[in-house]
């Protein structure tokens, strides 16, 4: 496995540490979630646990840190969820956890960053993208701006690029023998991973409109657009090169070789599109277009994405053994080498692994007793046989 070894610390938190862990879990690495006592809203809404394990305690009290500040120093990697100043309070800041442990990497993901005008400031993915300029870009020509999920700030912005930063600061490691700090704020998370968006402003076959939804990827071309079939399904159309749009032309019946269907008016041939995958359902145009070259697919659901033949031959979806219903997307890429993780490993609930983690860093079984009675670390019953 290409991350075994590595130990990863990850604080209970929504979304992008989540989805860190998760990615760093999947290609091997040790990832215990420090759950907080009693605190079930956070475990009980994250679907990105897989493969981790869970110790619960109680971080107000002094012998919680103690036993934080332990695991801290046998740890790789720390990932923390919170505004600035809340690890500090705890006393568990960069500054104490680095002394402890001088190759830490010490991850915190926050909204704003730690430092600014916002950094104190509550925000979600909508907010962050919204001052990152990245969500003016998102929308129909005429429209509001919509968010596009939480997919660009939380995970795009935030989890996959603190899963890379985290595995840049571990190969500077290998030279240097020290950890750093790594101050990742979502929001500029998500103006980074949207680079190309603005260093294209001046490609002009790019950005031909004023406004959102009137350029190239945004749905203002008709040879780069989603369009309704007869069963109300749709399909995607990406024929930017010319002989892609030529046997797009082919399949919907047009002639390629006639000036009209290249020169007219782009929202002519919208709708003449329009109009023209109307005719037949998803099904009938899926095999039209399988027949040719002509980046034209079909918008698959949920269920019908695991279906798909190249889906199906490239295993790129899987049902879990948790829940037979439930589909996943398989890690990517590929590894040639090595062999990842099942992603059928089970999520732990809160507080799971306590016991067997007190134990692996030392504490007696007396000195866990001790705990559990002073209410420091939340046993549960299937924790209690590892006493």
């Known amino acids: 496995m290409a991350l075994r070894g590595l130990k990863v610390l990850e604080l209970s938190g929504l979304a992008p540490v989540p989805f860190c862990g998760m990615l760093l879990a999947d290609y091997g690495a040790s990832v215990i979630r420090i759950d907080r006592k009693d605190d079930q809203h956070n475990t009980r809404l994250d679907r990105l646990a897989r493969g981790k394990r869970s110790i619960s305690i ?9 036993i934080f500040r332990r695991l801290s120093s046998q740890a790789d990697v720390l990932i923390e969820p919170f505004r600035p100043g809340v690890m500090e309070k705890l006393g568990l800041g960069p500054d104490v956890l680095l ?16 430092n600014g005008s916002l950094a104190m400031k509550a925000g979600h993915d909508i907010n962050y993208l919204s001052i990152s300029g990245l969500l003016s870009m998102f929308g129909r020509s005429n429209k509001k ?48 991973v949207s680079s190309w968006m603005w260093t294209s402003r001046d490609l002009p ?28 399904l749709y399909m995607a159309v990406g024929a930017l090169e010319p002989q892609f749009y030529n046997q797009l032309l082919i399949g919907l019946g047009l002639d390629p070789n006639n000036e009209d269907h290249h020169q007219m008016n782009i929202n002519t041939m919208k709708k003449k599109f329009e109009q023209i995958f109307k005719t037949k359902t998803q099904q009938e145009w899926t095999e ?13 659901n949920w269920n019908s994405a695991y279906k798909y ?20 997307p398989i890690p990517v890429p590929k590894f040639s080498l090595s062999k990842l993780p099942s992603i059928n490993r089970p999520a732990p609930f809160s507080g799971e692994h306590t016991i067997e983690i007190l134990h692996e860093i030392g504490y007696s079984k ?3 007793e001790q705990l559990i009675k002073n ?9 209690k046989s590892k006493l």
């Open 58 to 66: 109680d971080l107000k009290m002094p012998a919680a840190i103690d």
């Open 99 to 114: 002394n402890d442990n001088k190759r830490l990497i010490y991850t915190r993901v926050s909204g704003y960053g730690q």
């Open 145 to 192: 701006p919509h968010a596009p999920l939480n997919l660009a700030a939380d995970f795009a912005g935030g989890g996959l690029l603190a899963a890379y930063a985290i595995m840049s600061a571990i190969f500077e490691r290998q030279t240097t023998n020290l950890g750093q700090v790594l101050d990742l704020s979502l929001a500029e998370g998500s103006a980074y």
């Open 205 to 232: 076959m790019v950005w031909f409109g004023n406004q959102r939804g009137e350029n190239l990827l945004d749905g203002g071309a008709h040879f780069y657009d989603t369009y309704e079939t007869s069963d109300g």
């Open 288 to 300: 039209i277009f399988n027949k040719l070259d002509a980046c034209c697919t079909p918008v698959l």
């Open 309 to 328: 033949k190249h889906n199906q031959e490239r295993e790129n979806f899987s049902l879990t053994n948790e829940n037979k219903t439930k589909l996943v």
């Open 366 to 368: 007396e000195n866990i």
């Open 375 to 383: 209410n420091i670390v939340q046993n549960t019953e299937r924790s």
